[in-house]
């Protein structure tokens, strides 16, 4: 009772913030004014995310589902994906924290919460121009020279199918085009801030386009590191995407490719107890007191080919990808002075994967539209992992994995009459995992991943003496297994088009996320396993509506769902911090979303989203044999109860020379937990950004000046709690403070 009447208050005081935020910028509204920005915000968004042969507008799409265009993703000054994720209803978008780029999201409760190890497949899938992702690497990356982002929330397992248990983001790129098309982009901003990006598209003969962008960005440290007395947390980025495109009279083809490379300080950890006692109030600042900054290097490429042929009533789609990523990387992981856990060089991923899909999609008569298609997936990946525990031991290990995987489905809408259409679809999936598997410390290891302790070595020497000697190409995997799963995801829809401008709409969805086996095995325990571990499956229940009032100027969303998981997959730890990948838990989560977009007048518009989430275990034999308390006595891990946001965004002439931009926004997200036990409590926290945006009248020059976490929120959004192992510590990940800086745009 005394948790729920604190939670009232915070919503409370979150709300009284939410009317302020929306009451300083309207106080400046002038009905005289022209609208600017405020017209792209309430633009018809369209998507693409039932691959259907057309683009559908995101009010028509039975679906709950965020949808970003790129003016409002420039708007907003978002940085990467975490920062879309704060403006989504029950969306929790945020990196790991551990590895710099490891994606750790969480839709509707769900998502792979804490884990950082590679063979964990994603709950909430993400999808580039066709192409699905198939690890957490790699993911949290700069966004720039995108065309849209869309957040599917709940399962999507018949036209995804695996690993979208939670949700899926699908991301669009930039096209070339036949209109020349011209950008550059300078930016400055505190901490050292840099940035400059460029794109030219255009026409290369009658037939075929082509298109490059590119962006260079760089930051110093974030953070304070008491320790080396140094800032921490420097960053520096680049990314290549050329492209060329052939059309003609029913047929094109593209060729899209991405070249990236990413590097800096290794992950921010800030340690705030140890040794049985508090060091200090871990919201007071933003400080780390690490003793190693270690490093991170990541390197990756994209090859995309994408075909559409106008054929019957329809179009024949295939899209071809190859992605290869290596990322090396290091992090001092107990964060505090001395030397107790720490990835160190000889740690990362090498993965490379190919995937191939081709689908149909069109009209059958009058009264069917059916998708259809066939998926391959093939990856194969290596994780290398050196960990140097308490100054005494190096251990070592390494693990492959092949993994193919092969789907058929179909998805149809049938109009029943001419206001009801009822969605059938399923999905057959089969895949296959080949596991190599390398013991952490394997005791009985030779050659590159033999266990060294330094109390054995000559006097004085140290882990970094031993750097210049890593090799762990001959390591042994003692653990071979193979594994194949097969699984069938169907949907069921009813859409109910209530008239021209509201439907209504209920679904059952089924989704699963992949088996597999764990590449971080650490157990000595003969009788322990680092797999297989069973598919997760989820049965979904949604009902929503959506609808646009008052002319257009007023759109609402909202959504009601209900998701009962079984094999609930979870990366625990015991008591000696021995993590351990498990069919853990059953359970149900439920919940409600809204969405507004709001034309105040012609030069005011206000965006508004809320989430709230019931994450509940029905079984949770892990933590019920480790603490002795019911499962129903826990929270899910990364899973807010609330989360809202707001937005306003004011418009002003300026005579003849152009238009003034007004944006503030707010968001406010509850506290949560960062493990299964729940001792590592994550405190709500509130984020207000603000930008104000000069665009010329002839549309050449755009030039803004904006604020992220303007109150300097000190939060978190992981933290580890190995307090009863020999480590010792309960630590937190740091996220960025106040950052804020200017960037002028010019358009040719």
Not at 408 to 433: C, H, P, S, Y
Not at 441 to 453: E, F, L, V, Y
Not at 657 to 675: E, I
């Given at each position: 009772?005394?948790?729920q009447k604190?939670?009232?208050?915070?919503?409370?005081?979150?709300?009284k913030?939410?009317?302020?935020a929306?009451a300083?910028?309207?106080s400046a509204?002038?009905p005289?004014?022209?609208?600017?920005?405020?017209?792209a915000?309430?633009?018809?968004?369209?998507?693409?995310?039932?691959?259907?042969?057309?683009?559908?507008?995101?009010?028509d799409?039975?679906?709950?589902?965020?949808?970003f265009?790129?003016?409002?993703?420039?708007?907003?000054?978002?940085?990467?994906?975490?920062d879309?994720?704060?403006?989504?209803?029950n969306?929790?978008?945020?990196?790991?924290?551990?590895?710099?780029?490891?994606?750790n999201f969480?839709?509707?409760?769900?998502?792979?919460?804490?884990?950082?190890?590679?063979?964990?497949?994603?709950?909430?899938?993400?999808?580039?121009?066709?192409?699905?992702?198939g690890?957490?690497?790699?993911?949290?990356?700069?966004?720039?020279?995108?065309?849209?982002?869309?957040?599917?929330?709940?399962?999507?397992?018949?036209?995804?199918?695996?690993n979208?248990?939670?949700g899926?983001?699908?991301?669009r790129?930039?096209?070339?085009t036949?209109?020349?098309?011209?950008?550059?982009?300078?930016?400055?901003?505190?901490?050292?801030?840099?940035?400059?990006?460029?794109?030219?598209?255009?026409?290369?003969?009658?037939?075929?386009?082509?298109?490059?962008?590119?962006?260079?960005?760089?930051?110093?440290?974030y953070?304070?590191?008491?320790?080396?007395?140094?800032?921490?947390?420097?960053?520096?980025?680049?990314v290549?995407?050329?492209a060329?495109?052939?059309?003609?009279?029913?047929?094109?083809?593209?060729?899209?490719?991405e070249f990236?490379?990413?590097?800096?300080d290794?992950?921010?950890?800030?340690?705030?107890?140890a040794?049985?006692?508090?060091?200090?109030?871990?919201?007071?600042?933003n400080?780390?007191?690490?003793?190693?900054?270690?490093?991170s290097d990541?390197?990756?490429?994209?090859?995309i080919?994408?075909?559409?042929?106008?054929?019957?009533?329809?179009t024949l789609?295939?899209?071809?990808g190859?992605r290869?990523?290596?990322?090396?990387?290091?992090?001092?992981?107990?964060?505090?002075?001395?030397?107790?856990?720490?990835?160190?060089?000889?740690?990362?991923?090498v993965?490379?994967?190919?995937?191939?899909?081709?689908?149909?999609?069109?009209?059958?008569?009058?009264?069917?539209s059916?998708?259809?298609g066939?998926?391959?997936?093939?990856?194969?990946?290596?994780?290398?992992?050196?960990?140097?525990?308490?100054n005494?031991?190096?251990?070592?290990g390494?693990?492959?994995?092949?993994?193919?995987?092969?789907?058929?489905?179909?998805?149809?809408?049938?109009n029943?009459?001419d206001d009801?259409?009822?969605?059938?679809?399923?999905?057959?999936?089969?895949?296959?995992?080949?596991?190599?598997?390398?013991?952490?410390?394997?005791?009985?290891?030779?050659?590159?991943?033999?266990?060294?302790d330094?109390?054995?070595?000559?006097?004085?020497?140290?882990f970094?003496?031993?750097?210049?000697g890593?090799?762990?190409?001959?390591c042994?995997?003692?653990?071979?297994?193979?594994?194949?799963w097969?699984n069938?995801?169907?949907?069921?829809?009813?859409?109910?088009?209530?008239?021209?401008?509201?439907?209504?709409?209920?679904?059952?969805?089924r989704?699963?996320?992949?088996?597999?086996y764990?590449?971080r095995?650490?157990?000595?325990?003969?009788?322990?396993?680092?797999?297989?571990?069973?598919?997760?499956?989820?049965?979904?229940?949604?009902?929503?509506?959506?609808?646009?009032?008052?002319d257009?100027?007023?759109?609402?969303?909202?959504?009601?769902f209900?998701?009962?998981?079984?094999?609930?997959?979870?990366?625990?730890?015991?008591?000696?911090?021995?993590?351990?990948?498990?069919?853990?838990?059953?359970?149900?989560?439920?919940?409600?979303?809204?969405?507004?977009?709001?034309?105040?007048?012609?030069n005011?518009?206000?965006?508004?989203?809320?989430?709230w989430?019931?994450?509940a275990y029905?079984?949770f034999?892990?933590?019920e044999?480790?603490?002795g308390?019911?499962?129903?006595?826990?929270?899910?891990?990364?899973s807010p109860?609330?989360?809202?946001s707001?937005?306003?965004?004011?418009?002003m002439?300026?005579d003849?020379?152009g238009?003034?931009?007004?944006r503030?926004s707010?968001?406010f997200?509850?506290?949560?937990?960062?493990?299964?036990?729940?001792?590592?409590?994550?405190s709500?926290?509130e984020?207000?950004?603000?930008?104000?945006?000069?665009?010329?009248n002839?549309?050449?020059?755009?030039?803004?000046?904006?604020?992220?976490?303007l109150?300097?929120?000190?939060y978190?959004?992981?933290?580890?709690?190995f307090?009863?192992?020999?480590?010792?510590?309960?630590?937190n990940?740091?996220?960025?403070?106040?950052t804020?800086?200017v960037?002028?745009?010019?358009?040719?």
């Amino acid at each position: 009772m005394k948790q729920q009447k604190q939670n009232l208050a915070s919503s409370h005081s979150h709300f009284k913030k939410t009317l302020l935020a929306t009451a300083l910028i309207s106080s400046a509204q002038s009905p005289a004014l022209m609208a600017n920005s405020v017209g792209a915000i309430m633009e018809e968004v369209t998507i693409t995310a039932r691959k259907k042969s057309a683009a559908e507008n995101v009010q028509d799409v039975p679906i709950a589902i965020s949808a970003f265009s790129d003016e409002k993703i420039e708007a907003t000054h978002a940085v990467t994906l975490t920062d879309i994720g704060v403006s989504t209803p029950n969306a929790n978008l945020a990196p790991i924290g551990t590895i710099p780029g490891v994606a750790n999201f969480v839709i509707r409760g769900m998502g792979t919460v804490g884990a950082s190890i590679p063979s964990q497949d994603p709950a909430v899938g993400v999808v580039v121009d066709g192409m699905a992702y198939g690890t957490i690497y790699g993911v949290v990356t700069d966004l720039f020279d995108l065309e849209s982002i869309e957040v599917l929330r709940g399962p999507q397992g018949t036209l995804f199918g695996r690993n979208v248990t939670g949700g899926a983001l699908n991301l669009r790129t930039k096209r070339p085009t036949d209109e020349f098309e011209a950008k550059i982009r300078a930016g400055l901003g505190n901490y050292e801030t840099r940035e400059l990006s460029a794109l030219v598209r255009g026409p290369l003969t009658e037939n075929i386009n082509g298109k490059i962008s590119v962006l260079y960005k760089e930051h110093g440290g974030y953070w304070d590191n008491l320790t080396l007395n140094r800032k921490h947390g420097e960053a520096e980025s680049t990314v290549v995407r050329p492209a060329i495109s052939y059309n003609s009279e029913g047929f094109d083809i593209s060729l899209l490719t991405e070249f990236g490379s990413m590097e800096g300080d290794g992950a921010g950890v800030r340690t705030y107890w140890a040794d049985g006692e508090q060091l200090f109030n871990p919201y007071a600042d933003n400080f780390t007191l690490q003793n190693k900054t270690e490093s991170s290097d990541l390197d990756w490429y994209n090859v995309i080919v994408e075909a559409n042929w106008d054929l019957w009533d329809g179009t024949l789609t295939a899209v071809l990808g190859y992605r290869d990523l290596e990322q090396s990387f290091g992090s001092d992981l107990d964060g505090y002075t001395t030397d107790r856990f720490r990835w160190a060089q000889g740690t990362g991923l090498v993965q490379d994967q190919s995937s191939l899909e081709v689908r149909w999609a069109g009209q059958f008569g009058e009264s069917v539209s059916l998708t259809a298609g066939l998926h391959l997936f093939d990856q194969e990946y290596t994780y290398s992992e050196r960990r140097l525990l308490l100054n005494i031991l190096d251990r070592r290990g390494r693990s492959t994995i092949e993994h193919n995987t092969a789907g058929l489905f179909a998805q149809a809408d049938i109009n029943m009459t001419d206001d009801i259409v009822v969605t059938l679809g399923g999905r057959f999936t089969r895949e296959t995992k080949d596991a190599a598997i390398g013991i952490i410390g394997d005791p009985n290891a030779t050659g590159g991943c033999a266990t060294i302790d330094l109390r054995q070595q000559p006097a004085g020497t140290s882990f970094d003496d031993l750097d210049a000697g890593v090799n762990m190409v001959d390591c042994q995997q003692p653990f071979q297994d193979k594994e194949t799963w097969s699984n069938f995801t169907p949907k069921l829809g009813l859409n109910w088009d209530i008239n021209e401008d509201t439907i209504a709409y209920a679904s059952f969805t089924r989704g699963f996320r992949s088996g597999g086996y764990n590449v971080r095995f650490t157990s000595f325990n003969p009788l322990a396993s680092p797999g297989p571990y069973n598919e997760e499956v989820v049965d979904a229940l949604e009902a929503g509506f959506k609808t646009t009032l008052f002319d257009k100027r007023l759109r609402i969303n909202g959504a009601v769902f209900r998701n009962a998981y079984d094999d609930l997959q979870r990366t625990v730890l015991d008591a000696a911090g021995t993590q351990a990948t498990l069919n853990a838990a059953t359970a149900t989560v439920r919940g409600v979303e809204l969405e507004t977009v709001w034309l105040l007048s012609e030069n005011l518009v206000v965006e508004a989203a809320a989430g709230w989430t019931d994450a509940a275990y029905d079984e949770f034999q892990h933590v019920e044999n480790l603490t002795g308390k019911p499962a129903s006595a826990f929270n899910f891990v990364m899973s807010p109860e609330f989360n809202s946001s707001i937005a306003t965004t004011y418009s002003m002439d300026i005579d003849d020379l152009g238009s003034l931009d007004f944006r503030l926004s707010y968001a406010f997200v509850n506290d949560t937990f960062a493990n299964d036990t729940n001792t590592a409590p994550l405190s709500q926290y509130e984020l207000w950004d603000a930008s104000v945006t000069f665009h010329d009248n002839a549309g050449n020059i755009r030039l803004s000046l904006f604020g992220r976490n303007l109150k300097d929120e000190v939060y978190y959004a992981f933290g580890t709690d190995f307090s009863t192992s020999s480590l010792a510590v309960k630590s937190n990940w740091l996220t960025p403070p106040r950052t804020y800086g200017v960037q002028f745009t010019y358009s040719f």
